[in-house]
């Protein structure tokens, strides 16, 4: 157990993509347990977009960051102090650790313990947060019939890798869209997509409509703007739109417009979903476990892809919008002494 | 019978709002039915938002109306010539009439017999399409809730009227939005809505706000543009956005940009679906039986608008987008001799 936390801090507001100067790297105190408390020492940090709606004003289900408090972040370690019984030192949890060494928790909530035989690194995304949102939005909210076409957005990242492969196991044709020639081929060759558009290519459209001959059952989407648009004029009669996220929005200075072609909707007799994830907690246990057996027996994959060292964490949160990440987006903070195996 | 079949045909594919020169007034002989068909005398013209997609080149369930064609348009009458089981000579119709004195029709799904105890007039609007289109979208995909708020939008006009009407009945506490105090006042004093805001009025937004203290669980929109983004503010959690269309879309000679706002449709974990009236064709007799019911005891209320003459149906359809309408907009194409009593 080191002496000094670290912390990464706000200190700017970001417009558009981060800048170093947007943070500060201070020096703590490691914090020491108060009665109820638990210390936990930050092994990985979940490079999500949220967290870039987090640092800026927008309503959320927390107030945004404050100038000068550590990033908050979700994260993975395991406990080195505790004054607790829910937590036991060495027990793996996730939680907000926020961007830095050490992080406080208490039994709120807000920290679950993890299973001891889950790498933390998948418990940040395949059997954490973004397993569940796939399969939620995808199974729940999508509903692909077999024979039906599937479409996935953001297709090469954590939550749409994993919703593809679902939609694919529904018995659904699925295409991704995605934004570099070698994400489109592990989707497909990896994977098992059907196909795979790259939405930079100049003929996006034209490709799109190529690989929907028979225009699109279900949208799972994670980007919205101009992608969304596409989508929604090759819609089939009575589609659905998953509303998953909207990256394309999310870092964008002023507000984008909205999709120009949502009265598809009415052409299409169509619906187009938002949902949040934490309303489907009590499931959480459940799906967790149907995800783990099909990473276990190979046919659920998931790739990641890991930045050492916390100062690199800004650096991370802009790989999200650039589209240079492949795969789940992790931060390792610390040395993970004791990983097991997925 | 007249000599002649006045027509007003497409001249020019308009921009915006419609000009008398886009439109030719041109007199052919009054058609006699061939074995098969029937000839129909129109009375009334239903003016409809969806007349202006027909003289555009959008995308519809039918081909845009080519030019020198007769503008395609709703309309009822009755019978004035027979060759067809189906219809005889002073049988009630509702058909596509088009913008002329006599139409052709067939035993084809096309034309309809009316009752002979509905007035012409209510067949077009609140015993018609109108009536149903706000049956199916408030009540089977908004789905009001006793206690629940909610917003219509044009809730002057031919369906928003009845849609909030039916929402009142379902025991929700409705809003509506319109274009003018005296709308506004028709819809709380007469239809009995809770209140009603004027979407001219600077401080829209505010009063939209003070309007909806508990937010808004369903939305029946009719309008699209900046009203449907500022009632996407408002959604209460689990709200359900109903489009039944987009009237400040649909004249723009350039296709305006999306609701910028559709993302609380994900913070809210909400749903929009577009639908189409003609999917539920099985249900329309038991649905306008009922509308026909509550009319009937004065606990359904509509109001009609009508101009007289078949050269004023541009001017009409013009008065859709504009605002100058209150309430069903119908044109008289002829005198009604046997008017029966709704």
Redesign the interface.
Known sequence: MGVVNRQLTLAHRPDGLVRPEDFALVEAPVPEPAEGEAVVRTEYLSIDPTVRTWISEA??YFPPVAIGEPVRCPGAGRVVASAVDAFAVGDPVYTLTGWQDYAVVRDDGFATRLPDDMALTAALGVLGNNGITAYVGMLDIGRPQEGETVVVSAAAGATGSVAGQLAKRAGARVVGIAGRPDKCAWVVDELGFDACVDHRAPDFVERLRAATPQRVDVYFDNV?GPVL?AVLKRLAGHARVV????IA?YNAEH??????????????????????TF?HWDRFGEITDQLAGWLADGSLRSREHVLDGLERAPEALNMLFTGDNLGKLLVRVADDQSRPVA
Not at 243 to 246: E, F, H, R, T, V
Not at 255 to 276: D, H, V, W
């Open positions: 309503r959320s919205g648009d509303l998953c996220g909207a929005v507000k984008p417009p909205g999709p120009a072609n949502y009265l598809e909707l009415i052409t299409q007799r169509a619906t187009m979903t938002g949902f949040n309303d």
